[in-house]
């Protein structure tokens, strides 16, 4: 029984981690239909930015925020400078997967030729542990876990309650109808991006706080994990994807505990297989 | 040449052969099938380790320092028969993948992940295959009878290398150039079309996996026996990115090109590499390496995204005026005495799609012979119809009954090889093929359609392809589009699109034809012509249902005309009988 609940505790963890990032990638899946597998080497590229901004030294949490300013800048330059000119050129949606495919190779090994193979990690400290009731979690866990929830209700106020979410939603339904109803989708799509691009940049940061070390290949495995997520909840839905991040991060994580660390990703992956061959749309996403 | 020199020399004979055998793999399923295989390496993966684990003798008698399956010695040229076998046993269950209605780049994340874990399973699991180690010491193929690090064996393997690569392609050559492969280039430029005109998608989508899948599975095989050895590192999902790299820059559906890509991508670029001389920290040039790859992928697909060579147009040569029959099928037998002139009925045909209930309980007769009109207002649930009754989309309730038989379970492939035929409207001709190409796309049971008829060769097929092209030449005549049979479907005007597509499903001889708006773009006189031409088709026996919004075409040629408003039949007659009802008149004709 503490096993179970020590590893829900990580796996609370972990789904923290994952609704961050599964929820943007989803985001800019719904808004410009490119399944953007450039997301996990941008997610680290952003970690490293906040690594930098700690080696100076400065807190790990305003590494963060740079993170956050950085995984922003760049998803917005991502796709403004490569993914809109393609798709305007009428690109099928194949193409832009091989362009996000090539786009990785990019960035992941031009970071990993800037910072090196190595593995670093942040100069923090864990705070102290606290425990209830067999759980057993840092404070600096504690605080992931907390900021997620904060994202998640900040996303669920945008989308619900504000003219930007509604906008996004529309464009995300029927581009060219919500251009006809005079929305302004590219300037939507730009803050799309900008916005999930933020997201990127938090989960890479708290990704990397969360694995302890980090190099710049490090995220291709946690992005099989991402994609998990979002398929389960169904491609383009935020509230699938929280849902999806919940139950595949405790998942991941539980069934680590239980099998070989080393296996837990291939839960993930049997997961998302699973749903590409049963219900493509999602299970969670008729739900949701 | 000193000796150092001509090995370096044969290595990279025999990596040019391997990376030639497996681009020409990748070449056939993504430039030719449009199948965007990422996890392509795994199948040269599968082929390697199969040929390592056969050849190779039983652990303990290795040193017993390797852990592995197999280890039953055979003598070559078992693994390597073996490892192609294998490569697409391991292929097949993906078609679960690709051939259900996934969406392309669906498929291809599949397929990706499918790589990254299976690499992860293999590193991490020792027993099954050494894990992260790999195997050494394989076997090279007769190193019992021969010394491998003699000259003359590896010369021979060299040359045996690309004799295989010849082989392999004249094998997808074959297949492509036949009216096989002109289906497979049909449903890469568009799979749902190609659905409604007979080809079975799962089908041929499984076959591509299969063969690519063996060509992968032969290239890891000879490759194996030469270097001798196999691990995880050499087969990480990045490496199926260099092979597309290849076949996009050399040319994605052209085989020259794949094995242009080959040389220039796998062989060239990693090989030019070492003769910079090292700088940085160590693994920068190797950083360096995997960024230009990526780039040169974003920069062809920008650029240049048919390649250094492009896939070429396939000419049939002059019109010479050949005549044929429009309509050669005969009517399904059953029809006329079960159903009494009813060529389709259908009951309480139903389609939600989520909360909207698009066609709601529509029950209607199409008489044989008839050229049948559909109208209704936009969002009547016309076009909604068309696709339940040729199968596009399911059903959600309700039954289509077609010549007598019950044809609501079958997918649209079955149903237009019985003769029930669509078209689209919205433009869909298959844009990399010619004109002459898109109807002979449609011809139902060629010789050539199949993967065993295109591999027993052009003598196999010739007839029917003559037949055919004699029958697609009259009707290009019939609707005066001779002189573009050779241009690209991609290249014609809206109204010359819609006539190609409708001569496209007429290939098909169909006994019922639904056509969605036809005449939509069209110019009105030539609009009129093909009214007239399809009254021709129905006197000759065909039947047509059509949906039209254009009045003065319903009024001219369609009898009776069938009114839909909000998913349900309002009324159906004659166009006279409809304009003096005031319900119809308020829902559409009016409005």
């Known amino acids: 029984m503490s096993l179970f609940l020590a590893s829900a505790g990580f796996g609370l963890v972990t789904a923290a981690v994952l609704a961050i990032a599964a929820v943007g990638f989803t985001m800019q899946f719904a808004v410009t239909d490119v399944l953007n597998l450039a997301y996990g080497a941008v997610m680290i590229a952003s970690a490293f930015v906040a690594y930098a901004v700690n080696q100076a030294g400065a807190s790990v949490w305003l590494g963060a925020l740079a993170a956050v300013a950085a995984g922003s800048a760049g998803s917005v330059l991502l796709n403004l400078g490569i993914y809109t000119p393609f798709r305007r050129r009428g690109s099928a ?57 904060v994202v998640m209700g900040a996303v669920h106020a945008l989308l619900r309650y504000s003219k930007l979410g509604k906008a996004m939603r529309a464009t995300a339904a029927n581009r060219s109808l919500a251009r006809a109803c005079g929305v302004r989708t590219d300037r939507i799509v730009t803050l799309t991006w900008a916005l999930t691009g933020a997201l990127c940049g938090l989960a890479g940061t708290v990704f990397a706080m969360n694995n302890g070390s980090f190099g710049a290949t490090s995220a291709d495995l946690f992005l099989v994990v991402i994609l998990a997520a979002v398929f389960l909840g169904g491609p383009g839905q935020a509230y699938g994807a929280m849902a999806g991040a919940v139950i595949v991060g405790l998942a991941t994580e539980i069934s680590a505990a239980y099998l070989t660390p080393s296996y837990k990703d291939v839960v993930a992956f049997g997961v998302l297989l699973v749903v590409m061959a049963a219900r493509p749309g999602g299970v969670l996403g008729a739900v949701a | 040449m000193s000796s150092a020199q001509l090995f370096y020399a044969i290595n990279l004979l025999v990596y040019a052969g391997v990376d030639i055998i497996a681009c020409l793999g ?8 449009g199948v965007t295989n990422f996890g392509f390496i795994i199948f040269q993966a599968a082929g390697a380790y199969t040929a390592a684990a056969l050849s190779l003798p039983a652990s303990s008698a290795n040193g017993g320092f390797q852990s592995y399956l197999g280890g039953w010695n055979l003598p070559w040229p078992i693994p390597w028969i073996a490892a192609a076998a294998a490569g697409g046993l391991v292929a097949l269950p993906f078609a679960f993948l690709v051939g259900r209605r996934l969406r392309g780049d669906f498929a291809a994340v599949g397929l990706l992940v499918t790589a990254v874990m299976a690499n992860l399973l293999v590193t991490n699991y020792r027993p099954l295959l050494n894990g992260s180690a790999g195997l050494s010491l394989v076997p090279a193929p007769l190193q019992g009878e021969y010394d491998p690090q003699g000259q003359g064996y590896q010369w021979l393997y060299a040359a045996g290398t690309l004799v295989l690569a010849a082989a392999a392609f004249w094998l997808v050559r074959r297949v492509t150039e036949s009216p096989y492969g002109r289906s497979l280039r049909a449903m890469r430029d ?34 194996v026996g030469f270097i001798n050895l196999w691990a995880p590192s050499a087969w990480g999902y990045a490496e199926t990115i260099v092979l597309f790299a290849a076949v996009i820059i050399g040319g994605a559906g052209n085989h020259r090109g794949a094995v242009l890509g080959a040389i220039l991508v796998p062989v060239g670029f990693e090989e030019a590499t070492r003769y910079i001389p090292p700088f940085g920290p160590p693994g920068l040039v190797e950083d360096l390496q995997w960024v230009a790859i990526g780039l040169l992928i974003v920069v062809f697909l920008w650029f240049r995204p048919q390649g250094i060579l492009p896939e070429r147009r396939r000419l049939t040569g002059g019109a010479d005026g050949a005549t044929g029959r429009l309509v050669t099928r005969s009517a399904p037998s059953t029809a006329g005495s079960a159903d009494g002139g009813v060529m389709l009925r259908t009951a309480d045909l139903t389609r939600d799609f989520g909360g909207v209930r698009a066609v709601a309980g529509v029950s209607i007769e199409v008489r044989r012979g008839t050229l049948t009109g559909l109208i209704g207002p936009n969002g009547a649930g016309k076009s909604t119809l068309l696709a339940l009754l040729a199968g596009t989309l399911p059903a959600s309730a309700g039954q289509v009954v ?56 052009r003598r196999y097929w010739r007839a029917d392809e003559e037949a055919a ?24 005007s809206g109204g010359q699109r819609r006539l190609t597509e409708i001569m496209r499903a007429l290939m098909t001889e169909p006994s019922l034809l639904l056509l969605d708006e036809p005449m939509a ?6 609009a009129r012509e093909i009214g007239g031409q399809l009254l021709g088709l129905c006197a ?12 003065a075409i319903m009024d001219e040629f369609c009898d009776p005309v069938i009114v839909m408003a909000e998913g349900t039949v309002l009324a159906s007659g004659t166009m006279a009988t409809l304009r003096a009802r005031t319900d119809v008149v308020e829902a559409y004709l009016a409005g």
């Open chain 2, 402 to 457: 077609y010549a007598g038989t019950d044809v609501t379970a079958l997918p649209a492939y079955r149903r237009a090889r019985l003769g029930l035929v669509r078209t689209f409207q919205l433009a869909s001709e298959f844009k990399r093929l010619t004109v002459m190409e898109n109807l002979l796309s449609a011809v139902p049971a060629h010789r050539g359609d199949s993967l065993t008829g295109a591999l027993r060769g």
């Open chain 2, 26 to 33: 990748l070449s056939q399923q993504f430039g030719v099938a």
């Open chain 2, 540 to 551: 000759e026996g065909m039947t047509i249902l059509m949906v039209e919004h254009e009045l």
């Open chain 2, 190 to 223: 568009n799979d749902m079309v190609a659905d409604a005109l007979g080809k079975n998608l799962l089908a041929l989508r499984a076959a591509m996996l299969v063969l690519g899948g063996a060509l992968a599975g032969l290239s890891g095989a000879i490759l």
């Open chain 2, 521 to 526: 773009g069209v110019h009105p006189r030539l």
């Open chain 2, 469 to 492: 092209t004699a029958r697609a030449r009259a009707l290009l005549e019939r609707f005066g589009l001779s002189r573009y049979a050779d241009t690209y479907a991609g290249d014609l």
């Open chain 1, 93 to 149: 949606p194949v193409t832009m997967v091989i362009v996000s495919l090539g786009m990785t190779l990019i960035i992941e090994f031009g970071l990993q030729a800037i910072v090196g193979g190595t593995s670093v990690s942040y100069t923090m400290g864990q705070g102290p542990t606290l425990k209830a009731g067999g759980l057993v979690l840092t404070a600096v866990q504690l605080v992931i876990i907390g900021l997620s929830v």
